[in-house]
C-alpha cells in the first residue's frame, strides 16, 4: 500500500522559514518523479517544485525560486521542502505527490510539476499559514 504522508506545517510568520516533510512507503522513490504542490481554497492544486528520483533532477515555479529548495533521501524514503523567507501568500495547504517515472530527466520533472501525476500518488496535506 502506497502512502504519503506530510509533516511540518503550520503557522509562521511572514519572513520565517519552514520545513515540510514526505514520508514516503510503497513506492522506490528512485523510480518516481516527486513533488510539492499547494493549493488554496477554490483553486486547482498548483505544482511548485518537483524533484527526479533518478537524477535530482529539478524544477520550481517562478514564484518560489530562491525561496524553496526541494531535496530527497532515498535511502530514508523521504522527501523535503525548505521554505524561506514566507509571504503571506504561500498560505495554502501543501501537499506531495509522487509518478513513476523511471529514469526522469528534467523535461519529465518540469512535466510532471506543470500537469500533475496523472497516475500517482497524493498525501493529504499540511496546511502552512504565513500571518504576522
Known amino acids: 500500500q502506497v502512502q504519503l504522508v506530510e509533516a511540518g506545517g503550520g503557522l509562521v510568520q511572514p519572513g520565517g522559514s519552514l520545513r515540510l516533510s514526505c514520508a514516503t512507503s510503497?513506492?522506490?522513490?528512485?523510480?518516481?518523479?516527486i513533488g510539492w504542490f499547494r493549493q488554496t481554497p477554490g483553486k486547482a492544486p498548483e505544482g511548485i517544485s518537483c524533484?527526479?528520483?533518478?537524477?535530482?533532477?529539478?524544477f520550481y515555479d517562478d514564484s518560489v525560486k530562491g525561496r524553496f529548495i526541494i531535496s530527497r533521501d532515498n535511502s530514508e524514503d523521504m522527501v523535503y521542502l525548505q521554505m524561506n523567507s514566507l509571504k503571506s501568500e504561500h498560505t495554502a495547504v501543501y501537499s506531495c505527490?509522487?509518478?513513476?517515472?523511471?529514469?526522469?530527466?528534467?523535461?519529465?520533472?518540469?512535466?510532471?510539476?506543470?500537469?500533475?501525476?496523472?497516475?500517482?500518488?497524493w498525501g493529504r496535506g499540511t496546511q502552512v499559514t504565513v500571518s504576522s
Open positions: 510503497g513506492i522506490t522513490l528512485d523510480q518516481y518523479v
Open positions: 505527490a509522487a509518478e513513476l517515472k523511471p529514469g526522469a530527466k528534467r523535461n519529465t520533472v518540469q512535466s510532471v510539476c506543470l500537469l500533475g501525476p496523472i497516475k500517482g500518488y
Open positions: 524533484m527526479s528520483g533518478s537524477d535530482g533532477s529539478t
